[in-house]
């Protein structure tokens, strides 16, 4: 019905810098609210950035000033922009939205995963 492909992620030294990109296909009439979650081994899952429909954006105090997270509503993307990378970082990056189908139910939608490794 909807599916969410991410791509972008990979390994970089500390410092570097990453973009990923997360694109949804399906049955969309309308994308609402996107974001990025990460998962590092043996944590939970936590929010890293959100962006509204209407572009307000929010970050995780931990990439605040590092991060930037963007969308393109015409090619229904969303981007996470990495600078400063830091080991820390490092984890498997989810990308979500929340969408109204052109069945005009509101669902919530996961991608499947990409991974960023920062080495020190």
């Known amino acids: 019905q909807v599916q969410l492909v991410e791509s972008g992620g990979g390994l970089v030294q500390a410092g570097g810098s990453l973009r990923l990109s997360c694109a949804a296909s399906?049955?969309?009439?309308?994308?609402?609210?996107m974001a990025w979650y990460r998962q590092a081994p043996g944590k939970e899952r936590v929010l890293v950035a959100a962006?509204?429909?209407?572009?307000?954006?929010n970050y995780a105090d931990s990439v605040k000033g590092r991060f930037t997270i963007s969308r393109d509503n015409a090619k229904n993307t969303v981007y996470l922009q990495m600078n400063g990378l830091k080991p820390e970082d490092t984890a498997v990056y989810y990308c979500?939205?929340?969408?109204?189908?052109?069945?005009?139910?509101?669902?919530?939608?996961w991608g499947q995963g990409t991974q960023v490794t920062v080495s020190s």
């Open positions: 962006i509204t429909s209407g572009d307000s954006t």
């Open positions: 399906g049955s969309i009439f309308r994308i609402n609210a």
């Open positions: 979500h939205a929340q969408i109204t189908t052109t069945y005009l139910s509101v669902n919530s939608y």
